[in-house]
């Protein structure tokens, strides 16, 4: 021992001894002295603040959003190889890359060196909007088919016609870890499926490349190419040859970082530690933090990574079973394990479950030890120990101080007291697969083994419900009629409980006896006291019954089919759904108005995907830049006594805290001027919410600002104040409500006693409830203050009302507008969240900068995001509804509370939207009375469709507990109810327009078609007649959306050398308003006819950001029309200009003889001095506002064992009126299709008994993600032809296409009837028809609903019913 160390010692010395850490980025070097480094510095940190590499964005801070993903290159200079891997950039040290290549999406190509093939077939299958997501999706995407071409033989290289040896499924898989809010993800996966090499180019959507129909070399031809080989050059050479000179790290000891290569160096490294006070923190991948933030605000003294310690990299495999190091990472077990041979395949079962783990660029650092530690140390839901418990592992520990390993089942290291900080997780031991019992190694005898999880995601990137693992040896008894379990272990993990789990009374209890349902019962039940989930966890009966489930299903088929090839194979359908995503469109791109009408690229696709777009954030920080973080209340309503740092200390880098009383004089405290009553910027001396904004804290760094923060105490005191109002019925108690302006107030339609008096029958007094929806945009809220001369004041900020933020700025600081100007380029996603929530913000970073003179921004953290901007509102309904006996319904009341939390914000517009949405249907007569209440809760503002996609889901379910009343089918009572073109008119008054706009009955019919609906319907009750376990439901709904254009401003202006600059206030929030502004510029300019064409025009205007200064009256971007309306701007502009150009043009056509161009014809308005800027208005009138209307089917099946729902299929139909642009306008039916999913299926936006959101990470809010989308979605635009009053013929498609997703949940709520009917057949008197089937399904149906609607005891129901069926037989 002695001599080996002596050697290692020798050795070290002889290596060059270097003190800075060296790596590159795309390609160029960086050399950082150790000593300089604060090694909690991460990666995400150093590339957007040291370098002027953007394209990495921060989205969450937690690795569960993919926008920071860069690609990591190791070299190995022993095997001259490189390996190249994602990795999430917020969660790499910056430390642990010594050595490392890093790309980012401008490193594969930019609009300087030439775009990548990623960018550009993103950028052609129209798969950005808001661009935030988009370098983290391209890097993604360019690891794969990195990986793919590595991975494939020789003899297979890629074709050179742009494909790569990537397949279909592992396209799909590329970014399944990546979230996008904005585009559904289906045109992200065809761009990516578009270099698959088993992927026929016609199955992929709508695209710039090729049309439908076309050759298919010729199509192929025209995709730009992707040069595999290329790629292969990405590892700098100067990095290769320094990292073949042998270096090691100065005495490692002087630096706060070190990453010793042998054992003894991490003792001697553990050593100096003489008196036990210095902080050491292991570090591996360092992904824990994600989960663990606060570990990223903690101070240590010393930093050591792992990761070069050869017994932790170690992988040893021989009959003893297969060996891990601690540090090897989950994305290379998956490799080693699958690569294994074994008779059971235990090993690949492993292998497939880690794949489930987080995302592909979480696993490809986080290792096995990581996760280990985590679940011994912190009771981390760990799936791989509940997994690894099942398979048997062992583990070796080393400790503090001693060289000793000790080896421990993991059980067992589980259930010890916490490992010491210092000590080592060596290696995992899975042992090779024997009998477990002597002696029963007969061909009879059967190992099984296989693992469960339930996740609100089904491809990962979401912490299970609960999971297991099961092995069993069975074999046939003795006389061969069943089979008998010799042994077994069972273990279940991550459902509130300490540690992975073995069942050992269900375990003790099987062993011996022979599988029947008597005994699944009697183990189901000793199961159900043994797994209970901890006090305070979520869904703990849901978690239970999981466990039951997987337990049946496990054992479930040995009952009845005896041994055959194993468990889950048989008796049992399969649940989940390996089919591929597949898509149609069906689209009209028009001429008449070209190059309006045509499916164009989105303006700036190519520079989003590279990273070059310039977001808030990506503003370089002016000299003496301060960063601010807000400071909210965690009280709903009390008096702030105080705000203080703990133990008083003020933190370091720390320059004040702004509170109210720093407004300057003259100034208010303002937080919000919006469209009704403005509202505070800080909590003055009562905070009236948990959320609400007390102070902004103002420090050096964003990250100091950020730790701060959780440094700050506020001293509460109730005393003497009422209790706070936390739900709509106690503010209609306490009348506490906001008035509705007369001219919102809604109006009845009919008389309501009289429909109420045809009616045949009547439900009366039904309740709906329903939650809230967080934004999700991509970049969360952002803005940056730059204090200017006299006074005036500079802001960027990420809004969709930059002339809101400016008045509100201006009211706050008390200086006349004219001294503020408010500057937004483009915007990460909006969603409504930043029209009324970004003005705090920018109002916040405008007064710190008054204060302090210097510049001042924020990027809120997604935590403080989620707390303080409040969401969608929640509502409770009541109505009572009369009909007859055809379902016709003669009449409808509805009172409706509307939760609008502290302050009113957009709330009175609400019941405008709700009413709008809910008159799709013809109710007779219709009576509607809101209560906007003011509760103690964050204000609630307008989210993508606000008030329409509730008043369009209330009608469903009304419409749903009709037919189950009547026990009619749902499609016919919708059928009936759908208005004729008179009651439109009745309803909807002028906004109805004439009756040949009325599209929807047609759209109706379409898509009876388009669906092949009817036929499918059968096809569904086949399915549901013989499918035990599974259940499809499929349903049609119709929704009609009301819109009305806005007086907007615009300015067109020519440059001397023809290029075009148009000023719209319309902001680029992902929407495509730039691409179609652009379009409607180069039409109307085309109009001169000269001799360049329109097309041609295309390419000489730019849209440049929004600037309140030089277009005032901007108002908001918001309520679906902003594009149509800044067109129309433009469209007016241009028209001015080609009015003062047309003389000119003439006069130069009579001089030259012949046709002029555009750049003559402008350099001769030069010369004459015409001027060439038109600034002019839009003021629509009433007739542009009107109705929009669409419908969708979808299909889904949902697993009633666990609850889970897959979208088999979506079919939308959407008339657009004339598409401006149906490219655009297919990404935003897709995209709001999706967003309203998550809504209806997946997300909880949840607040504790304070009022405050506890729903506020990636971790507890799960927007949808590739894995959740419709596996078919199809959808066609209908062009419904021209309207003189709408923008050359055009309609909106932001927000009307979201509230079509309610067809998923009316499916869902279909496929669950079935699965009530079916367990009503299994209860005691079979009361078959009697079930009450008009049970609300509530929003959103998550897993755990569906499946408590499925009944959470159906396994014992349904066993308990054999078991006495076979007793009566
Ligand atoms: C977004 C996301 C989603 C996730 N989803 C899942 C999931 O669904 N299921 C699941 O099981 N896991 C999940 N994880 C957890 C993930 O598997 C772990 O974060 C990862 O494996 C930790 O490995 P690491 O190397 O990054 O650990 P690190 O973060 O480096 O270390 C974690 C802790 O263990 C200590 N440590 C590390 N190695 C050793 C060692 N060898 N000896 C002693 N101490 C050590 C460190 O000091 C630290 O305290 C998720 C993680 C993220 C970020
Ligand atoms: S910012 Fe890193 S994963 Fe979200
Ligand atoms: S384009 Fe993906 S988040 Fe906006």
């Known amino acids: 021992m002695g001599e080996k160390k002596g050697i290692e010692e020798k050795e070290e010395a002889m290596k060059i001894k270097k003190t800075s850490l060296v790596f590159a980025v795309n390609g160029e070097r960086f050399e950082l002295d150790l000593s300089s480094v604060d090694p909690s510095t991460t990666l995400i940190d150093f590339l957007r603040n040291k370098t002027p590499f953007k394209s990495v964005k921060l989205g969450c801070g937690e690795g569960g959003c993919g926008a920071c993903v860069v690609l990591l290159s190791k070299y190995d200079p022993l095997l001259d190889k490189v390996d190249d891997f994602t990795v999430s950039s917020c969660l790499t040290l910056l430390c642990s890359i010594d050595g490392c290549s890093i790309t980012t999406s401008e490193g594969l190509g930019n609009s300087r060196s030439g775009f990548h093939a990623v960018h550009e077939r993103i950028a052609g299958f129209h798969a950005t909007q808001c661009g935030f997501c988009t370098p983290g999706m391209s890097v993604s995407m360019f690891s794969a088919l990195l990986n793919a071409d590595k991975s494939s033989s020789p003899h297979d290289p890629p074709s050179n016609n742009g494909s790569s040896n990537l397949t279909a499924a592992e396209a799909e898989k590329a970014v399944s870890g990546n979230l996008c809010r904005c585009t559904g993800y289906r045109p992200l996966v065809d761009a990516c499926k578009s270099f698959a090499k088993d992927v026929d180019i016609e199955d992929l959507g709508f695209n710039s490349f090729c049309k439908k129909g076309e050759n298919r070399d010729d199509a192929l031809k025209k995709?730009?190419?992707?040069?595999?080989?290329?790629?292969?050059?990405?590892?700098?050479?100067?990095?290769?040859?320094?990292?073949?000179?042998?270096?090691?790290?100065?005495?490692?000891?002087?630096?706060?970082?070190?990453?010793?290569?042998?054992?003894?160096?991490?003792?001697?490294?553990?050593?100096?530690?003489?008196?036990?006070?210095?902080?050491?923190?292991?570090?591996?991948?360092?992904?824990?933090?994600?989960?663990?933030?606060?570990?990223?605000?903690?101070?240590?003294?010393?930093?050591?990574?792992?990761?070069?310690?050869?017994?932790?990299?170690?992988?040893?495999?021989?009959?003893?079973?297969?060996?891990?190091?601690?540090?090897?990472?989950?994305?290379?077990?998956?490799?080693?394990?699958?690569?294994?041979?074994?008779?059971?395949?235990?090993?690949?079962k492993l292998a497939a479950h880690m794949e489930k783990i987080a995302s592909r660029f979480v696993?490809?650092?986080?290792?096995?030890?990581?996760?280990?530690?985590?679940?011994?140390?912190?009771?981390?839901?760990?799936?791989?120990?509940?997994?690894?418990?099942?398979?048997?592992?062992?583990?070796?520990?080393?400790?503090?101080?001693?060289?000793?390993?000790?080896?421990?089942?993991?059980?067992?290291?589980?259930?010890?007291?916490?490992?010491?900080?210092?000590?080592?997780?060596?290696?995992?031991?899975?042992?090779?697969?024997?009998?477990?019992?002597?002696?029963?190694?007969?061909?009879?005898?059967?190992?099984?083994?296989?693992?469960?999880?339930?996740?609100?995601?089904?491809?990962?990137n979401a912490l299970a419900f609960l999971n297991a693992a099961f092995s069993a040896e069975v074999s046939l008894n003795q006389s061969r009629d069943g089979v008998v379990v010799n042994d077994c272990l069972l273990a279940f993990g991550a459902y509130g409980t300490k540690h992975a789990h073995r069942a050992r009374k269900v375990e003790d209890y099987l062993v011996g006896k022979v599988i029947s349902d008597e005994v699944l019962m009697e183990a189901i039940s000793l199961l159900r006291d043994e797994i209970v989930p901890d006090k305070g966890t979520s869904n703990p009966g849901y978690r239970s019954s999981l466990a039951v489930t997987f337990l049946f299903e496990f054992f479930g088929s040995l009952a009845t089919n005896g041994l055959l090839n194993g468990c889950k194979e048989n008796g049992f359908e399969s649940l989940k759904h390996e089919a591929m995503l597949s898509s149609a469109q069906q689209i009209v791109e028009t001429q008449e108005h070209s190059p309006v009408g045509k499916g164009i690229v989105k303006a700036g696709a190519k520079l989003q995907a590279?990273?070059?777009?310039?977001?808030?954030?990506?503003?370089?920080?002016?000299?003496?830049?301060?960063?601010?973080?807000?400071?909210?209340?965690?009280?709903?309503?009390?008096?702030?006594?105080?705000?203080?740092?703990?133990?008083?200390?003020?933190?370091?880098?720390?320059?004040?805290?702004?509170?109210?009383?720093?407004?300057?004089?003259?100034g208010q405290n303002v937080g919000n001027k919006g469209f009704f009553a403005s509202d505070l910027l800080f909590a003055e001396e009562i905070t009236h919410c948990a959320g609400q904004i007390i102070a902004f804290l103002v420090a050096e760094s964003q990250k100091l600002a950020d730790i701060a923060v959780n440094l700050v105490v506020i001293d509460y005191d109730t005393e003497g104040l009422e209790p706070p109002i936390l739900s709509v019925e106690e503010a209609v108690e306490?009348?506490?409500?906001?008035?509705?302006?007369?001219?919102?107030?809604?109006?009845?339609?009919?008389?309501?006693?009289?429909?109420?008096?045809?009616?045949?029958?009547?439900?009366?007094?039904?309740?709906?409830?329903?939650?809230?929806?967080?934004?999700?945009?991509?970049?969360?809220?952002?803005?940056?203050?730059?204090?200017?001369e006299d006074n005036c004041m500079l802001v960027y900020s990420s809004t969709q009302a930059p002339e809101y933020v400016h008045?509100?700025?201006?009211?706050?600081?008390?200086?006349?507008?004219?001294?503020?100007?408010?500057?937004?380029?483009?915007?990460?996603?909006?969603?409504?969240?930043?029209?009324?929530?970004?003005?705090?913000?920018?109002?916040?970073?405008?007064?710190?900068?008054?204060?302090?003179?210097?510049?001042?921004?924020?990027?809120?953290?997604?935590?403080?995001?989620?707390?303080?901007?409040?969401?969608?509102?929640?509502?409770?309904?009541?109505?009572?509804?009369?009909?007859?006996?055809?379902?016709?319904?003669?009449?409808?009341?509805?009172?409706?509370?509307?939760?609008?939390?502290?302050?009113?914000?957009?709330?009175?517009?609400?019941?405008?939207?709700?009413?709008?949405?809910?008159?799709?249907?013809?109710?007779?007569?219709?009576?509607?009375?809101?209560?906007?209440?003011?509760?103690?809760?964050?204000?609630?503002?307008?989210?993508?469709?606000?008030?329409?996609?509730?008043?369009?889901?209330?009608?469903?379910?009304?419409?749903?507990?009709?037919?189950?009343?009547?026990?009619?089918?749902?499609?016919?009572?919708?059928?009936?109810?759908?208005?004729?073109?008179?009651s439109l008119k009745l309803f909807y008054d002028k906004k109805a327009g004439e009756s040949t706009e009325y599209t929807l009955p047609q759209l109706w019919e379409k898509l009876e078609e388009f669906s092949g609906f009817s036929q499918r319907r059968k096809v569904v009750d086949e399915f549901n007649a013989s499918s035990r376990w599974r259940k499809r439901g499929i349903s049609r709904v119709p929704a009609v959306y009301g819109v009305g254009l806005r007086l907007t401003p615009g300015r067109v202006s020519v440059l001397s050398d023809g290029s075009v600059v148009v000023e719209v206030p319309g902001i680029e929030i992902g929407q495509g308003l730039w691409t179609k502004v652009k379009q409607?510029?180069?039409?109307?300019?085309?109009?001169?006819?000269?001799?360049?064409?329109?097309?041609?025009?295309?390419?000489?205007?730019?849209?440049?950001?929004?600037?309140?200064?030089?277009?005032?009256?901007?108002?908001?971007?918001?309520?679906?029309?902003?594009?149509?309306?800044?067109?129309?701007?433009?469209?007016?502009?241009?028209?001015?200009?080609?009015?003062?150009?047309?003389?000119?043009?003439?006069?130069?056509?009579?001089?030259?003889?012949?046709?002029?161009?555009?750049?003559?014809?402008?350099?001769?308005?030069?010369?004459?001095?015409?001027?060439?800027?038109?600034s002019n208005t839009y003021s629509p009138d009433f007739g542009t506002q009107y109705l929009n209307y669409g419908v969708a089917a979808s299909e889904v099946e949902v697993n009633i064992l666990t609850g889970e729902t897959t979208v088999l299929r979506t079919d939308i139909i959407y008339d657009c009126g004339k598409s401006l642009n149906p490219a655009v306008d297919l990404g935003q039916?897709?995209?709001?299709?999706?967003?309203?999913?998550?809504?209806?299926?997946?997300?909880?936006?949840?607040?504790?008994?304070?009022?405050?959101?506890?729903?506020?990470?990636?971790?507890?809010?799960?927007?949808?993600?590739?894995?959740?989308?419709?596996?078919?979605?199809?959808?066609?635009?209908?062009?419904?032809?021209?309207?003189?009053?709408?923008?050359?013929?055009?309609?909106?498609?932001?927000?009307?296409?979201?509230?079509?997703?309610?067809?998923?949940?009316?499916?869902?709520?279909?496929?669950?009837?079935?699965?009530?009917?079916?367990?009503?057949?299994?209860?005691?008197?079979?009361?078959?028809?009697?079930?009450?089937?008009?049970?609300?399904?509530?929003?959103?149906?998550?897993?755990?609903?569906?499946?408590?609607?499925?009944?959470?005891?159906?396994?014992?129901?349904?066993?308990?019913?054999?078991?006495?069926?076979?007793?009566?037989?």
């Open 807 to 982: 008045r509100t700025i201006a009211g706050c600081l008390g200086v006349p507008e004219h001294n503020v100007r408010v500057i937004t380029r483009r915007v990460g996603g909006g969603f409504g969240g930043k029209v009324m929530k970004a003005m705090p913000v920018a109002t916040a970073c405008a007064l710190a900068a008054t204060k302090m003179q210097r510049p001042v921004r924020t990027y809120v953290n997604r935590k403080t995001d989620m707390i303080t901007t409040g969401g969608r509102h929640p509502m409770k309904i009541k109505y009572s509804v009369g009909f007859k006996s055809n379902g016709k319904v003669t009449a409808l009341d509805l009172e409706l509370l509307l939760d609008a939390g502290l302050s009113e914000d957009i709330s009175p517009l609400m019941p405008s939207g709700i009413q709008g949405a809910l008159m799709k249907y013809d109710w007779g007569a219709f009576s509607f009375d809101v209560k906007i209440c003011k509760t103690n809760t964050v204000s609630r503002t307008a989210v993508r469709a606000p008030g329409d996609v509730q008043g369009s889901y209330i009608a469903e379910a009304i419409i749903e507990k009709v037919a189950s009343y009547l026990s009619i089918d749902v499609d016919e009572i919708r059928k009936v109810n759908l208005h004729a073109y008179e």
């Open 1080 to 1174: 409607m510029a180069a039409f109307s300019l085309g109009l001169i006819q000269c001799s360049t064409t329109s097309d041609e025009l295309l390419e000489k205007i730019r849209v440049i950001q929004a600037d309140t200064l030089s277009m005032v009256q901007g108002s908001v971007t918001g309520g679906s029309t902003s594009s149509e309306a800044s067109s129309e701007a433009v469209r007016i502009c241009c028209g001015g200009l080609v009015e003062r150009l047309l003389p000119v043009k003439t006069a130069l056509e009579e001089k030259t003889g012949g046709p002029v161009t555009w750049d003559s014809l402008i350099s001769q308005a030069y010369m004459q001095s015409v001027n060439m800027s038109v």
């Open 223 to 348: 995709l730009p190419c992707y040069d595999h080989t290329l790629s292969s050059t990405l590892f700098p050479e100067f990095l290769k040859k320094e990292l073949k000179m042998d270096t090691s790290l100065d005495d490692s000891r002087t630096y706060r970082w070190s990453s010793p290569g042998s054992i003894s160096e991490l003792q001697s490294l553990l050593q100096l530690d003489d008196n036990g006070t210095m902080s050491v923190k292991l570090v591996a991948g360092n992904t824990s933090t994600g989960y663990y933030k606060e570990e990223k605000e903690k101070k240590y003294d010393r930093f050591i990574d792992i990761r070069r310690l050869p017994e932790l990299t170690l992988v040893r495999r021989d009959e003893k079973g297969v060996e891990l190091g601690a540090a090897v990472t989950i994305s290379k077990a998956i490799e080693v394990l699958r690569g294994q041979k074994e008779s059971v395949s235990v090993l690949a």
């Open 1229 to 1369: 039916i897709e995209g709001a299709f999706v967003q309203g999913l998550g809504f209806f299926m997946l997300e909880e936006y949840l607040m504790n008994s304070d009022g405050l959101i506890v729903t506020d990470s990636t971790w507890t809010y799960k927007i949808p993600t590739v894995d959740t989308i419709p596996r078919q979605f199809n959808v066609e635009i209908l062009n419904s032809g021209h309207h003189k009053n709408r923008v050359l013929s055009s309609k909106a498609s932001g927000e009307p296409p979201l509230l079509l997703a309610s067809s998923v949940h009316c499916a869902v709520r279909a496929a669950v009837k079935e699965a009530k009917k079916q367990t009503v057949t299994w209860s005691d008197d079979n009361q078959e028809g009697v079930v009450d089937l008009s049970f609300e399904l509530p929003v959103p149906a998550t897993m755990p609903v569906v499946k408590e609607l499925c009944g959470l005891n159906v396994v014992e129901k349904y066993l308990d019913w054999k078991i006495k069926q076979r007793k009566n037989i």
């Open 610 to 666: 590279s990273g070059e777009a310039v977001y808030v954030d990506d503003i370089p920080s002016p000299k003496d830049c301060l960063y601010g973080a807000f400071i909210y209340s965690t009280m709903p309503l009390a008096r702030i006594k105080s705000i203080r740092f703990k133990e008083n200390r003020v933190p370091e880098g720390v320059l004040g805290i702004i509170t109210y009383k720093d407004i300057p004089k003259g």
């Open 734 to 788: 306490k009348s506490s409500l906001f008035e509705v302006p007369p001219f919102l107030k809604s109006k009845p339609v009919g008389d309501i006693n009289k429909g109420m008096a045809e009616a045949e029958h009547k439900i009366l007094g039904s309740k709906i409830s329903l939650g809230s929806q967080y934004f999700f945009y991509m970049e969360t809220q952002t803005a940056l203050a730059v204090p200017d």
């Open 363 to 460: 696993r490809n650092t986080g290792t096995l030890g990581g996760n280990i530690m985590m679940a011994q140390r912190k009771q981390f839901p760990s799936d791989l120990t509940t997994i690894l418990v099942a398979a048997r592992a062992t583990v070796k520990i080393m400790s503090v101080g001693s060289n000793v390993q000790e080896q421990f089942t993991l059980e067992e290291f589980l259930q010890q007291p916490p490992l010491e900080a210092k000590s080592l997780l060596v290696s995992v031991m899975i042992p090779s697969w024997r009998p477990l019992k002597n002696g029963s190694s007969s061909t009879d005898t059967h190992l099984l083994f296989e693992t469960y999880r339930a996740a609100p995601r089904p491809l990962g």
